[in-house]
Each structure stands twice: as structure tokens, then as C-alpha cells.
């Protein structure tokens, strides 16, 4: 079992690798990083251990290698935090050593203030270089005024060096997790609707009901990676001196398209819940079949919609594209006429529970009325 999963996990590594080489995307950003990182701590052993033959080398090349951040604002940010760090943290030590005179002393002194600066919630993951400072200059007694100056200037040059590779050498620009997150919501959704409306057509029960409100789930988890996805790409415009220099850069698409989706969510979430409060002993929706049949060519129209979105994403419309987008949404809209028509005729049980869906489905075409042609199309 342990040589099948080594297997799978080399299987997998090799297929990343593979994408990173032919394709762009995740696995190529990461390589890019992951070089980046490597380059900018060779190039700061070079200036600080090979040329300066500077004492201790060593702090040039590891604050270089833990700059190369996802973002020029995230590596500046880090880098002010860890030379404030290990500032702090060669002060506290030599202040110790000054007053006890014993190493095992001192850092008994030395690291609980070093630890609880760490924690800092401003500092984030970059607390570690607090206490590790202590302990690196205790245990190899670097104390003395010119010993601090130099951790402090190599530092320093470290962090410059790491910086700037990762500002003016193919910058981040975080745009694809934007792109692929927004492809997602209407990939989810186009799935979550086609499988209500097969459902709906062949008599759905309470475990179909089920299953949707765990689809419903998972697309919520989508939308908050979208927002984190935003997040992102907006820190990785801050301070990027090359956003608008690398090949093949592209706008950003607009936040109009996440609240779009949001809204989506919210009139498929309703239209679940309705469902899903039908399909206990006392199924209002069940029968007649005509109900049932035309919410399902509905839900089913919508699926379409939500699919040419997905498929269009990104790709320049022509009027066939929009045509086919309108025929769709036609098909939807003669559905939504034939429930509200039937509903004179129905039992008042099921009436309560028609209604309630006819309602929910007209706000969500009326969403797909007035975004017609925006999300993931640029005309």
C-alpha cells in the first residue's frame, strides 16, 4: 500500500512537473518562484560571502531565499518584519549575555521575551525569526558590537537582494486564481442544475434533496475562494513595479462578476431549500407531474446558460455565441410561463410550493436578464 501511494505521489510530481514545462498555470508559477528564490539566494552568497567575504554570510542568503513572497508587497512587508525581528532578537541576546555572563542563562533570559514578540499577531509567520535569533547568536557567541553590525547589514542586503528579484524578475501578478474561481462558480452551477432538473424529471426524493444542499456547499466554498482569490490578486498589484511589462498581461475581471455569482447562489440556494421542504411524506410538488416537469426544463435551460458562461469565459463573442446564450434563456422563460400557468389548477398544497419556486425562478432569470452577456463574456 506504501509503494502504490510513493507511486501515486511520484506519478503526481511528475505530472506537475510535465505542465509546469508545457503549459501555463499553477505548476509553472510555483517553478518560477521556486527558481526565483534559489537565484536570489546564490546571488546574495556572491555579493556577501564570495565578494565581502563577510563573516557571516550565512543571513544574506536566508533572508533572500524567504523574500521571494507570492507578492513585491508581501516580500517588503516581510522583510521589514524580519530585520525588525532579528534586530530585536540580537539585542535581546547580547543584552542577556551582558547581565548573566552564561550562555544557559542568558537564553533562559533572553528567549520568553524573544517567544511572546514572536506571537505578535503582526508579525505573522515570521515570529520564528525572534527566538531562532536568540539562540544563533547565544550558541555561537557572535555578541560583540561588530559581530551585531554585521548580522544586521547582512540581513539587510539579503532582504534587498531578495526584494528586488522578486520586483523587477517576472513580478506576480495573481489574475488566474481570479479567472479559474470565477469558471468554477458557473462550472458548479451548470452541474448542480443539470442534476437537479434529471432529478426533478424522474421523481426526486429526500436523499436528491440532500445531495443538492451539499452541492450548494461545496459552490459556497467556491465563491469564498473567489474572494480570497481577489484578495490576493489586488495585494499583487501594490508595489509591482512590472505589472503592465509582462507578456501577455491581461485586466483583471471586474467585481461585478462575483457579485453576480453571489447573487446566483442565493436564488439557487432558495430554490433548493423549497425543494428540499417538499420532499418529505407530504410532497406538494410530486403531484401532478406537469410541475415538476416544467421546473425541471427550467433548471435544466439555466444549466445551459451557466455552461456557455463557463465555456466563454475570457473569449471574445460573436453573435452566434449570444444567440445561442438568448435561446437558452428563452427556453427558460417559457418554462417559468408554463408553471405560473398551471398553478390555477393545482391542489393548494402544491400551490404554496409552486408558487413559492415560480418566485425563486423568476429572480433568477430576472439576474440572468440584466447580466446577459456579462458574466464571463467580453463582447
Same mark, same amino acid.
Given at each position: ?18 505542465? +509546469? ?16 528564490? /534559489?537565484?536570489?539566494? !546564490? ?6 560571502? /564570495? ?24 516580500? %517588503? ?18 543584552? #542577556? +549575555? ?16 524573544? #517567544? ?17 535569533? %536568540? ?6 557567541? *557572535? ?12 540581513? /539587510? !542586503?539579503? #532582504? ?7 520586483? &523587477?524578475?517576472?513580478?506576480? !501578478? ?26 426533478? +424529471? ?8 440532500a445531495r443538492w444542499r451539499g452541492r450548494v456547499a461545496q459552490i459556497s466554498a467556491t465563491l469564498e475562494g473567489l474572494r480570497n482569490a481577489r484578495i490576493w490578486n489586488r ?16 485586466? %483583471? ?37 406537469? =410541475?415538476?416537469?416544467?421546473? =425541471? ?7 445551459? !446558460? ?15 455565441? &449570444? ?11 417559457? =418554462? ?31 439576474? &440572468?436578464?440584466? =447580466?446577459?452577456? *456579462? ?5
Amino acid at each position: 500500500m506504501r509503494m502504490r501511494r510513493l507511486g501515486w505521489e511520484l506519478a503526481a510530481t511528475a505530472g506537475s512537473l510535465r505542465r +509546469a514545462f508545457t503549459s501555463a498555470g499553477r505548476e509553472r508559477d510555483a517553478c518560477v518562484q521556486a527558481l526565483k528564490a /534559489a537565484g536570489a539566494a !546564490v546571488a546574495a552568497w556572491a555579493v556577501v560571502g /564570495a565578494w565581502w567575504d563577510a563573516p557571516m554570510a550565512l543571513m544574506a542568503p536566508w533572508t533572500a531565499v524567504a523574500l521571494v513572497q507570492g507578492t513585491v508587497y508581501r516580500s %517588503v512587508r516581510t522583510g521589514i518584519q524580519q530585520l525588525a525581528l532579528i534586530a530585536a532578537g540580537t539585542f535581546l541576546a547580547a543584552g #542577556a +549575555a551582558m547581565i548573566t555572563g552564561n550562555v544557559m542563562a542568558a537564553m533562559a533570559l533572553a528567549l520568553p521575551p524573544a #517567544a511572546l514578540l514572536g506571537i505578535h499577531n503582526r508579525f505573522g509567520d515570521q515570529g520564528v525569526y525572534a527566538p531562532t535569533t %536568540v539562540i544563533f547568536a547565544l550558541a555561537y557567541g *557572535t555578541l560583540s558590537g561588530e559581530d551585531m553590525a554585521h548580522r544586521l547589514a547582512e540581513t /539587510a !542586503v539579503g #532582504a534587498v537582494i531578495g526584494i528586488s528579484v522578486n520586483a &523587477l524578475l517576472l513580478p506576480p !501578478v495573481h489574475l488566474r486564481g481570479v479567472e479559474e474561481a470565477l469558471s468554477a462558480m458557473a462550472r458548479e452551477h451548470s452541474s448542480l442544475l443539470r442534476m437537479m432538473a434529471d432529478d426533478l +424529471a424522474a421523481g426526486y426524493a429526500e436523499e436528491d434533496a440532500a445531495r443538492w444542499r451539499g452541492r450548494v456547499a461545496q459552490i459556497s466554498a467556491t465563491l469564498e475562494g473567489l474572494r480570497n482569490a481577489r484578495i490576493w490578486n489586488r495585494e499583487s498589484y501594490r508595489f509591482n513595479p512590472g505589472q503592465r511589462m509582462r507578456r501577455g498581461f491581461r485586466d %483583471v475581471p471586474s467585481i461585478d462578476h462575483d457579485a453576480y455569482w453571489e447573487r446566483f447562489l442565493d436564488r439557487t440556494s432558495a430554490i433548493v431549500d423549497n425543494l428540499a421542504a417538499a420532499a418529505g411524506e407530504e410532497r406538494g410538488l410530486a403531484q401532478p407531474p406537469p =410541475a415538476r416537469l416544467m421546473l =425541471a426544463r427550467l433548471l435544466g435551460a439555466v444549466a445551459d !446558460v451557466c455552461e456557455w458562461d463557463r465555456t466563454r469565459w475570457g473569449l471574445h463573442s460573436d453573435e452566434a455565441d &449570444l444567440a445561442r446564450r438568448d435561446a437558452a434563456e428563452d427556453r427558460a422563460e417559457q =418554462a417559468l410561463a408554463r408553471l405560473k400557468s398551471g398553478l390555477a389548477d393545482e391542489e393548494p398544497e402544491t400551490v404554496v410550493t409552486v408558487g413559492a419556486l415560480s418566485a425563486s425562478g423568476q429572480q433568477l432569470l430576472r439576474l &440572468l436578464g440584466g =447580466a446577459s452577456g *456579462t458574466p464571463g463574456v467580453r463582447s
